[in-house]
């Protein structure tokens, strides 16, 4: 009964996480992301492209904004404010070129605020 409670306790955890923006100030190195993959089980789209992410859409995009979603090849970008949503859409192609790139599966991104 306990360790279904925690099982519970920690997807909630994991589902909030995952909603949550993550602070532009931690930006993960190299070996954190080593250190990840190496813990995770199975990779998941999405989690492909958060890897990927910070490397492909740059410092200045990625602190402003984050890929929140793949569903069937559609990335849903979360961003701040209507600039960074335009900048997202102008150089949209080179993105979906670089997360394919790296090997994840996007063929769209939409943009969600």
């Given at each position: 009964m306990r360790d279904a409670a925690?099982?519970?306790?920690?997807?909630?955890?994991e589902q909030r996480r995952q909603r949550v923006r993550p602070s532009p100030d931690l930006?993960?190195?190299v070996e954190l992301a080593a250190i990840?993959?190496?813990g995770?089980?199975?990779s998941t789209?999405?989690?492909r492209v958060r890897d990927a992410w910070a490397q492909v859409a740059g410092e200045q995009l990625s602190r402003s904004a984050w890929p929140e979603r793949v569903k069937a090849?559609?990335?849903t970008v979360a961003v701040d404010?209507?600039?960074t949503a335009f900048q997202i859409r102008k150089v949209a192609d080179e993105l979906i070129k670089g997360l394919q790139h790296h090997g994840c599966a996007v063929r769209k991104i939409r943009v969600s605020r």
């Open positions: 925690v099982q519970r306790l920690a997807a909630m955890i930006t993960p190195s990840r993959k190496a995770r089980r199975s789209a999405i989690d090849g559609m990335l404010d209507a600039t």
